[in-house]
């Protein structure tokens, strides 16, 4: 199996599951993000899609039903034999053969950390059951090393909605509504994961040269955004089709070349967090609270205005407010 290298990635035409154990070390990769073949006779899905086919690169391989279960066990091991102790793992799967992925996942040391639903727009059309609008995205690591979660990659911990809602904690929640890519005229793979979703797994959860592996690179999605964010990439698609039409796009990508559009998280705990109050802290939580509860600002929004002011955390504040008799 020749490898093609460029932009200190490597990428294989071939099988996965043969072509990881002869070309990808024990403990070597640090991040897989991978998103399998459906096994619900993927190459047939045009019929349930309202978009013509002349703009999906053809040549997708289909895993028959009946062999979904034991194929999931092959490559899944590979998957835990190629992460390095403490790396993670995302598989995106629809609900049909989600079973055979958890079987396989219990067949392995892998130690599940979320099962995260990702929420997109316009699911298969239907007249007799609810629309499908949604995938699965298992998270799981490999014990035995320190795993990376870039707790403050996307949002600091203390940047707040304007209603005060914490943009962190929400950017964290097991939901994630993210929609597809549509793009009209556009070649694309069968089933093209979103850049905002390939962004968010990368981020969090790898750093600047790292390498992050896919074991099915479908239209190299996957690699293009690891190399647009200065990660190294590695991957196998046993399609010639489909990889002799991607593997010259890859190589127009500038590595880093996505950095520039992250936006600036806001780091680092309150000036004043953890200090004494002082008397005139004090008088002035008292007087602005009165204040802008009068003028009708809501609760939430004042915490959040206070702690600007006063360089507090919101527990802090909330906790120095209820001393002063407001609940």
């Known amino acids: 199996m020749q490898p093609f290298v460029f932009h200190n990635s490597t990428f294989y035409n071939g099988d996965c599951i043969t072509g990881a154990a002869e070309h990808i070390a024990d403990n070597s990769v640090d991040l897989i993000i991978t998103d399998p073949p459906y096994g619900i006779n993927g190459d047939l899905l045009h019929r349930h899609y309202n978009r013509k086919e002349e703009f999906v690169v053809g040549g997708y391989v289909e895993i028959p039903r009946a062999d979904y279960a034991d194929f999931s066990i092959r490559w899944i091991r590979e998957a ?80 707040k909605t304007a209603d005060g809602r914490s943009l962190n904690n929400f950017d964290r929640e097991d939901v994630w509504c993210i929609n597809r890519e549509y793009k009209p005229g556009q070649m694309k793979n069968k089933n093209q994961l979103p850049t905002r979703l390939l962004i968010k797994m990368i981020q969090y959860s790898s750093n600047e040269g790292d390498l992050v592996g896919d074991l099915f690179l479908g239209g190299f999605s996957t690699a293009a955004v690891a190399i647009g964010l200065d990660r190294r990439a590695i991957g196998f ?14 190589r127009t990508i500038t590595p880093g070349c996505l950095l520039s559009t992250l936006q600036n998280p806001k780091t680092g705990s309150p000036e004043n967090s953890g200090k004494t109050w002082t008397d005139n802290d004090l008088r002035h939580l008292h007087e602005r609270y ?31 407010l209820k001393k002063r008799g407001f609940s």
């Open 237 to 250: 698609e046993i399609s010639h089709q489909i990889f002799n039409t991607k593997i010259q796009e890859m």
């Open 290 to 320: 009165t204040c802008l509860l009068a003028e009708g600002v809501a609760k939430k929004q004042i915490i959040t205005r206070l702690g600007e002011e006063l360089g507090r955390g919101r527990w802090s504040i909330e906790k120095a």
């Open 80 to 159: 835990e034999r190629v992460l390095r102790p403490g790396g993670s793992i995302y598989i995106v799967s629809g609900y049909t053969n989600l079973i055979d992925l958890l079987n396989a996942l219990k067949r392995t040391n892998l130690k599940e950390i979320n099962h995260i639903i990702w929420k997109y727009n316009f699911g298969v059309f239907t007249r007799r059951k609810y629309v499908s609008s949604h995938y699965h995205i298992l998270f799981y690591e490999k014990p035995g090393g320190r795993r990376t979660f870039n707790l403050e990659s996307r949002f600091g911990l203390h940047e």
